[in-house]
C-alpha cells in the first residue's frame, strides 16, 4: 500500500512537473525533467530500476521508455545519479560519493582530486585499473588505509580524457602493445595486427585509444601516426607536444580568416589613432628572439620621466569568437621548445602583422606613465597608436652601451643613446622602489641548451641577466601595474596575475627549518614579501645560501590567473594583471580587449565578457600555462638524457638539489643537470626522510644528506625512455655533512 501510495504522488507530481514547458520546447516526445526525476527518487527512498520508476512517472510507450534510458544515462554521466550493480538508481549524496579528477603516479596507484576542495583520496593500483590520468570519476569513501589517507573505489567513470596516445611501440612474441612516453599513463595499450599501420618494433608512434581500460582488460588501440625511430633528431618534441596534447595544426577556418593578411599594415586601420612614428620607441630583446610585442622610450623630465611601453595592438586582429581567436584561447600561450616555437597566433601575426619590427608601421596599445624620482607611478593613460620601431636592439647591445660605454655600439645608435641613458636612469628609481615595497627577488639560474650537429647537446650554459634585462622587466611591470589599475578604476572584469600568500602549514615547515640554521623570518605565520625580501638580503654571501633561497621559494605557491583581484605576493603589488604580450599569452589579449572597450567610452556591462567568463578563462589559462611548462620541461629533461648518455662513468661534483624518501637529486656542477641516488645506493644503513629540515638520516651511522650539501658523484646509467639519470656517491658521506661532524668533535 505505502508504495502505491508513493507511486499515485509521483503521478501527481508529473502532471504537475514545473519544467514541462521547458521539456516541451526542447523535444518532440518531452520526458520529465531532471529534477522530478530527482524527486520521484528521494521520495522512493532507495535505488530504483528503470522499469519502477518508468511506472512511477507513467511511461508506457517504446519512444518514452528510450528517452528515460538516455536521459538516466546523462544523469549518471554528469554525476546526479548512481547506477548499483543491480541497475537500479539512486541518489549521488545517498551514497558516501565524491566526484572529481584523478591524477595517476608512475608508480600505478592515484589520487582523487575532489571538485568540492576537499582532501584528495588515495586511488590504489587496482582502483587505477580502469581509469586514465585525468579521467573525471565518481568514487566511493571506502575508509582509510594504513597512513591515514582517505581510500576511494571507483564507482564510475563520468568522463575520459585520453583519447589519443602517444609512445613506443613493440611487438614481442606475436603481440603489439604501445608503452605511453607519459608515465602518468600506467596502462600498456595492445594493438591488434590489423590496426598496426607500417609501425615496426621500437618506433615511437601516437595510437587512438578504441577500448577504454577496465577492471579486467587493456586498453586496445589503433596506430594513426608513425613519428620515426627511438633516437631520431627532435623527436623529443614531437613526443612533448602529443603527450601533452598540445594543439600545433591550425584549422581550416583560421587559415580563411587570416588569408586576406599581408605584412602591410592597411592606411584606414591607422586613422583616429595617435601617431608616434617619429618618437624613437625601440624594441629590446634576445639575439634569438622573433617576435617583439613590446617596445619602449624614455625621457627624463624635471619631476622624473616620462616612459612610454608600446604593446602590439593583437586585439585589432583578433577579434571575439573568431575562428582565430578559439584557437588562441585553446592554445593559451605560445610554447618555446629549444629551437622550436608552438606559436598562440599563426606566424603572419606573430612574426609579422603584430610583431614589432624595425622600420615598418605597427598598430599599438600605448601606456603612457609619469614616474616620480622615486620610482613611483604618478599618472597614466592609455590609447591606441601607430608606430613605427626605430631599432630591434638586442640586451648585449644596450649593456654595451649604457654600462660598458662601448664606442662602436654608441656610435652607431648615437641618436638613441640619450633615450636609453634615461632609461638606464629610470631603471635605477625603479629598482629602488622594488626593494623597499620589499619585492622578492630569488637568485635562480636559468640555462641555455646549445646544439652541435645532428642536433645533439653541445654543451648547456648559464643565462646571464645584464641591466639590460632587468631595465625591460621592471618597465613592463610598471606597465602590468598600470593597466591593472586603469581596468579596476573602471570597474571592468578582467583577468588578474594573482600570486597567493604561502599557506599556514608551508610556513610553520619554514619556520622550522629556518630555526635549525639559527635563523627566522618576520611576520609569524603571516609572512609578507618585505619579511622575505629581508631573508634572502641577510644570508646573501652565506655558504648555504643556495639552501635557504631554494627552501623559500619552494614555501610559496604557483601564480595563476584569476578573476578576483588578490595581489601578487612576490612582486609586493596589490593590484597586477599581465598587459605587455598578447602575441604569446591569452590573458594579456582579454586585458588588451577591456582596456579598448573603455578607451571606446562603452560601459562594463556591455563588455563581451563577464566575470564567470574570466573565471572559465582564469582556469584554462592557467592549465595551458602549466602544459606549456610541463611539455617543455620533458623535452629538455630526455636532451639532457641524451647528453649524459656519453657520460656515463664520469665523475662529477655536485649540490643536492631535492630530498626524498627514496633519495636525493643532485644538480651536476658545471651541465646544470640533475640526477638521483636513490636511497639504496646510500651505504649499508636505514635512512629516514625529514621533510621539515629536507635531509635524510641514517638511522645507525647517523650520516645526513641535506639539501644544498656538495657530493661527488658517479653517473651510472641513463634511461631514456624514463628521463632518469642514476647516479652514485664516490664519497659516503656529503662534503657539508663531514664537515658538522668534524666541529661536532
Known sequence: MKRKRKQKSAVRRRRQDPHARREASRYDQPIASRELILEVIAEAGSPVNR????????????????????????????????????????????????????????????????????DDVYLSARQMRSVYHEDRVQARIAGKDRRGRLEGEVVEVLQRNTHRVVGRFYRESGINFVVPDNKRLTHDISVPDTEMHGAAHGQIVTVEILEQPGKRHRPVGRVVEVLGEHMAPGMEIDIAIRSHDLPQEWPVEVD????????????????????????????????DARDFDDAVFCERKSSGWRL????????????????????????????????????????????????????????????????????????????????????????????????????????????????????????????????????????????????????????????????????????????NVAAARFLIRQKMPTLFRVHGRPDGEKIEDLQEFLRELGLSIAGGLRP?????????????????????????????????????????????????????????????????????????????????????????????????????????????????????????????RGVISSVTSFGIFVELKDVYIEGLVHVTALGNDYYHYDPTRHWLMGERTHKIYRLGDTVIVNVVQVNLDDRKIDLELVEKRSVNSRRRRKKKR
Not at 607611478?377 to 597608436?385: K, L, M, Q, V
Not at 622575505?532 to 652565506?542: D, K, T
Not at 592549465?623 to 620533458?634: F, I, L, P, Q
Request: glycine residues 6%; contains cysteine; aromatic residues 6%.
Open 256 to 287: 580563411a580568416e587570416i588569408s586576406d593578411y599581408t605584412g602591410e599594415v592597411p592606411e584606414e586601420a591607422k586613422q583616429g589613432r595617435i601617431d608616434l612614428r617619429d618618437v624613437p620607441l625601440v624594441t629590446i630583446d634576445g639575439e
Open 308 to 479: 612610454l611601453v608600446a604593446i602590439a595592438d593583437v586585439s585589432h586582429y583578433v577579434l571575439p569568437d573568431t575562428a582565430l581567436d578559439r584557437e588562441a584561447q585553446k592554445r593559451g600561450n605560445s610554447v618555446y621548445f629549444p629551437e622550436r616555437v608552438i606559436p598562440m597566433l599563426p606566424e603572419v601575426l606573430s612574426n609579422g602583422l603584430c610583431s614589432l619590427n624595425p622600420e615598418v608601421d605597427r598598430l599599438c596599445m600605448v601606456c603612457e606613465m609619469q614616474i616620480s624620482a622615486t620610482g613611483k607611478i604618478t599618472r597614466s593613460r592609455f590609447f591606441e597608436g601607430v608606430m613605427r620601431s626605430h631599432a630591434r636592439l638586442t640586451y648585449t647591445q644596450v649593456a654595451a652601451m649604457v654600462v660598458d660605454n662601448d664606442p662602436a655600439q654608441r656610435k652607431q645608435y648615437r641618436t638613441l643613446v640619450p633615450h636609453l641613458e634615461d632609461l638606464h636612469e629610470l631603471y635605477r628609481a625603479l629598482r629602488e622602489a622594488r626593494e623597499t615595497r620589499g619585492a622578492i627577488d630569488f637568485e635562480t639560474t636559468e640555462t641555455r641548451i646549445v646544439f652541435g650537429e645532428d642536433r645533439k647537446i653541445d654543451r648547456i650554459v648559464p643565462l646571464e641577466r645584464n641591466d639590460a634585462h632587468k631595465m625591460i622587466e621592471e618597465c613592463m611591470i610598471a606597465a
Open 51 to 118: 522499469e519502477s520508476l518508468a511506472g512511477m512517472l507513467e511511461i508506457q510507450d517504446d519512444t518514452g521508455l528510450e528517452a528515460l534510458r538516455r536521459r538516466l544515462q546523462a544523469m549518471a554521466r554528469d554525476g546526479q545519479l548512481v547506477r548499483n550493480r543491480r541497475g537500479c538508481y539512486a541518489l549521488a549524496d545517498q551514497f558516501d560519493l565524491v566526484q572529481g579528477r584523478v591524477i595517476g603516479h608512475p608508480d600505478g596507484f592515484g589520487f582523487l582530486v575532489p571538485d568540492d576542495g576537499s
Open 528 to 652: 609578507d614579501a618585505k619579511d622575505y625580501a629581508r631573508l634572502l638580503s641577510s644570508v646573501h654571501g652565506r655558504p648555504d645560501e643556495h639552501l635557504i633561497n631554494t627552501v623559500l621559494l619552494r614555501s610559496m605557491p604557483r601564480a595563476e590567473y584569476h578573476p578576483e583581484n588578490i595581489g601578487h605576493f612576490g612582486l609586493a603589488h596589490e593590484k597586477y594583471v599581465h598587459f605587455t604580450s598578447p602575441i604569446r599569452r591569452y590573458p594579456d589579449l582579454l586585458v588588451h580587449r577591456a582596456i579598448r572597450h573603455t578607451l571606446r567610452e562603452q560601459k562594463p556591462a556591455a563588455f563581451d565578457y563577464m566575470h564567470a567568463d574570466m573565471q572559465a578563462f582564469g582556469e584554462q589559462c592557467s592549465m595551458t600555462e602549466r602544459r606549456a611548462d610541463d611539455a617543455t620541461r620533458d623535452a629538455v629533461d630526455w636532451l639532457k638524457c641524451e647528453y649524459m648518455l656519453e657520460h656515463i662513468g664520469a665523475t662529477f
